[in-house]
């Protein structure tokens, strides 16, 4: 008689661990299929935050920047060049666009975006060194 009870138990025990298993196995499917789509969107993943921040920086130094914008500081502390505030907010916004493309049609994401990333560093470069006291 106690056989039969402890029989009745383990085969409870493993029904259990059976359910669990069963729950584990469709958890681990939707994670998959989340890492799946993760993956295949990648490239827009990557690009969202970069264009965001691209146009902001835009839209700041549109804001902000002289209506000449010196570029290639001297020794001297004169400026080399001078361009247009509309070709120092375009340019790279046009720079970090045309990188992104390139990620689109590469299929090595990463170096075209982390070159995208360092791109953002040319809006703020152009900002830092034309700052004027008013």
Same mark, same amino acid.
């Not at 209506?67 to 720079?95: C, D, H, K």
């Given at each position: ?10 085969? /409870?025990? @493993? #029904?259990?661990?059976? /359910?669990? /298993? #069963? ?19 990648? /490239? ?10 691209? +146009? ?11 209506? @000449?914008?010196?570029?290639?500081? @001297? ?5 080399? @060049? ?39 560093? +040319? ?10 006291? #008013?």
């Amino acid at each position: 008689m106690e056989n039969a009870g402890s029989i009745v138990n383990e085969g /409870k025990g @493993q #029904t259990g661990i059976a /359910k669990v /298993k #069963t729950v584990l196995g469709k958890i681990n499917r939707v994670i998959n299929l989340i890492g799946l789509w993760l993956f295949r969107l990648r /490239k827009l993943v990557l690009a969202a935050p970069v264009v965001y921040y691209a +146009l902001k920086l835009a839209e700041y130094n549109r804001e902000h920047l002289p209506e @000449q914008v010196g570029i290639n500081l @001297q020794a001297t502390g004169e400026f080399a @060049q001078y361009i247009s505030r509309n070709m120092a907010v375009m340019g790279p916004l046009a720079l970090t666009g045309g990188c992104l493309i390139l990620m689109f049609c590469s299929r090595k994401a990463m170096y075209s975006w982390s070159i995208s990333v360092f791109t953002l560093a +040319l809006p703020l470069l152009l900002l830092f060194s034309n700052a004027y006291p #008013t």
